[in-house]
């Protein structure tokens, strides 16, 4: 898991990448909360994320937002961190240019930056969302939204209510020529705490099986 520093639109940007099993390995580009109420790549969910991707042999990076850790700049209301990612992601497919398929991870404000990334961006192939905060954001830029993927909450969490992520789901559901999977959690808070293995265990099950489908298409 070594340290990576890459050029991003406000500079210098802090990241940990682990590189893929194969040169052909799929590419994930994992996103953490918001920057102004802690949110940094070191996040538990963000860790469960980027792991469970490894697992899968991925090529995987998580970096900081501007402004955070090690990352040069400032905090930029969700357009600057959106232009960070593409950076990330570019420096990914730089890194990994052989790649079979492209996944985007984020975890509540990284969530919302992740389907603005899969909006502007085709080559991504899927999307995991976890905890989007779609009481606090908009997300009707997802019209349509161009890729299966999955949206992960948990019922308890206090701070994105259940029923407004359920909601998008459906919403995104009634979208033709993809397939959005909406998994509950359980007992699970914003942070899942005390279930990130079982968070880890429902977004590994999703990918293993979407990366079959796509293997044998």
């Known amino acids: 898991?070594?340290?990576?520093?890459?050029n991003g639109p406000a500079?210098?940007?802090e990241g940990r990448f682990t590189p893929g099993k194969k040169s052909d390995s799929p590419i994930a580009l994992i996103l953490h909360p918001h920057p102004v109420y802690g949110g940094t790549m070191n996040n538990k969910v963000v860790h469960q994320l980027y792991y469970t991707f490894l697992k899968r042999g991925c090529a995987t990076l998580r970096f900081n937002f501007r402004g955070v850790g090690r990352s040069q700049g400032a905090f930029d209301n969700g357009q600057g961190e959106?232009?960070?990612a593409a950076s990330a992601l570019d420096w990914?497919?730089?890194i990994a240019p052989n790649s079979s398929q492209?996944?985007?991870a984020g975890f509540s404000f990284g969530a919302w930056i992740g389907m603005q990334l899969l909006m502007r961006?085709?080559?991504i192939t899927g999307f995991i969302s976890v905890a989007p905060p779609a009481n606090t954001y908009d997300f009707t830029f997802l019209a349509p939204c161009p890729s299966s993927g999955l949206i992960v909450h948990g019922t308890a969490?206090?701070?994105?209510?259940?029923?407004?992520?359920a909601k998008l789901a459906e919403r995104l559901s009634n979208q033709r020529g993809i397939t959005v999977t909406h998994k509950l959690i359980q007992g699970a808070n914003h942070f899942f705490v005390d279930k990130l293995e079982e968070l880890g265990e429902s977004v590994d099950t999703y990918v293993g099986r979407a990366m079959a489908q796509s293997a044998a298409a």
Do not use: Y
């Open 1 to 6: 898991m070594p340290e990576v520093i890459f």
């Open 11 to 13: 500079g210098r940007l």
């Open 82 to 84: 959106l232009a960070d």
């Open 92 to 94: 990914l497919q730089t």
């Open 102 to 104: 492209c996944w985007i």
């Open 121 to 123: 961006r085709p080559e």
């Open 157 to 165: 969490d206090n701070v994105v209510p259940p029923q407004d992520v």
